[in-house]
């Protein structure tokens, strides 16, 4: 198969990816391979932009680098003048090894460990993400030590909840992450970080949940940190600088999925919340949004080798690929659907109802239930759409399958970004030590 960039000389029957064919990537890099189109990311980043612009905010875009986080993708990020949400030490390394700006990196989670949060103060990351009692007290201590201070926000649990999966919504109230907004702990808290002054209080998060696909309950939230930054302005002397509603827009995996167009949501959720803060006699605050899922999740595509193929008379066709939950866990964790095609043979219009398992020793590793797709046969390449989010990064070397390989594609040109794990690379931790 010939290089892109030459459309011309290649079927109309293979899916391309930003100009290069899927034959020539899964021939020179393997399968299966995850592929981003980098353009597609670069333009949902312009999108949120644009929206912002549009409803002229002071905004402050973060992308959530937990949906897939390497070092190229950090510097996309950073090119596109992004900030970062880390919610790890690991995910805070791998940005600062590539020369992110700590000072545009906030730090999430609900349990950091006195070794996240060092790493956070000595590289003088802009913003902390505090949630909860512990970690006050802990910040404040290690704040002391270090004879430093650092801008912080209050995860604020608002509970919105927004009718999500149970396992990916976290806004309603019994939630693992936040101080709980109804029983007066965010109070509690504001009092206790005004007992440490090198915490500078900058305003409040609330993240409501994921695969939102509408402004609703953004706009919820957004009214209840309205009147709770009224009450703490005049009960507490408190400014909120600072409204970050944390991500969570939705995408279109498949066609049951209907989300707003970005910039629609985005101008929404915007205006909403502008909304509340006037009609509590306030002006909007600086408003952050940090997704990740809609940044990277469209962009993504893994790409298969179909390998076996299992018909049970008048039950089911299983067509199995040489991959699965270890490079996709999310139809196993959250029954996510997804939608495919044959790539080599992606017009093809003679189609049939079948199922694509993985190939782990596990009856729950599918990757879909029940599609319709051109009759696969061994040695076919299997495109999986909207695998940018979530995949890789949840990635398992379960049954001890190496985790796959990622490349960028852009203007027909492809650009190996994670190499395939090799048996090695397996084998690489493993000590001979004995017992002592
Ligand atoms: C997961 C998460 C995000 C990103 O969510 P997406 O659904 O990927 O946009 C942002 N903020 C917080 C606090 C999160 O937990």
Redesign the pocket.
């Known amino acids: 198969m010939p290089k892109s960039g030459n459309d011309t000389l290649l079927s109309t029957n293979e899916l391309m990816i930003g100009g290069v064919s899927t034959s020539f990537l899964a021939e020179k890099y393997g399968t299966p391979l995850i592929v981003y189109d980098e353009s597609t990311i670069r333009k949902q980043i312009h999108d949120y932009k644009q929206a912002f612009r549009e409803v002229q905010a002071d905004f402050r875009l973060a992308y959530?680098c937990?949906?897939f986080c390497t070092a190229y993708m950090c510097q996309i990020a950073q090119e596109e003048g992004l900030w970062l949400?880390v919610?790890s030490a690991g995910e805070l390394f791998t940005a600062l090894s590539t020369g992110f700006s700590p000072k545009q990196i906030l730090m999430?989670g609900n349990n950091k460990t006195k070794d996240e949060l060092e790493l956070a103060i000595t590289s003088q990351i802009g913003l902390i993400?505090v949630d909860n009692f512990h970690e006050i007290e802990l910040l404040g201590e290690l704040l002391n030590q270090a004879g430093q201070s650092i801008d912080i926000l209050l995860?604020v649990s608002p509970g919105v909840d927004v009718h999500t999966h149970d396992f990916?919504s976290?806004g309603q109230q019994d939630s693992k992450?936040g101080f709980d907004l109804y029983s007066g702990q965010v109070e509690e808290a504001v009092v206790a970080v005004k007992k440490h002054p090198r915490m500078r209080l900058m305003g409040l998060?609330a993240?409501i949940g994921?695969?939102i696909f509408d402004a609703e309950g953004f706009a919820v939230a957004a009214k209840r940190m309205a009147d709770l930054s009224k009450k703490l302005e005049r009960e507490y002397d408190v400014l909120t600088h600072i409204l970050n509603l944390?991500?969570?827009?939705g995408i279109r995996y498949t066609e049951e999925d209907t989300p707003m167009p970005l910039e629609t949501l985005v101008e929404e959720v915007v205006l909403a919340a502008r909304k509340a803060y006037e009609s509590d006699g306030m002006s909007l605050p600086l408003i952050m949004l940090?997704?990740?899922?809609?940044i990277v999740a469209e962009a993504g595509t893994t790409i298969y080798r179909v390998g076996s193929r299992k018909e049970i008379p008048g039950l089911r066709t299983y067509i199995a690929v040489d991959g699965g939950m270890t490079d996709n866990p999310r139809l196993a964790l959250y029954g996510a659907k997804y939608e495919a095609v044959i790539a080599n043979r992606m017009n093809e219009k003679q189609k049939e109802l079948v199922s694509i398992a993985g190939k782990a020793c596990e009856s729950g590793d599918m990757l879909i239930w029940d599609i319709e797709l051109q009759k696969a046969k061994p040695g076919d390449l299997l495109a999986v759409f909207c695998t940018g989010?979530?995949n890789y990064s949840m990635a398992s070397n379960y049954n001890r399958i190496p985790r796959p390989a990622v490349v960028f594609v852009k203007e027909g040109k492809s650009r190996l970004v994670l190499r395939r794990e090799t048996y090695e690379d397996l084998l690489s931790l493993e000590t001979n030590d004995d017992f002592s």
């Open positions: 959530a937990k949906a949400d919610v999430h993400v995860r990916i976290t992450f998060h993240h994921s695969q944390g991500g969570g827009l940090e997704p990740g899922r809609s989010a979530y």
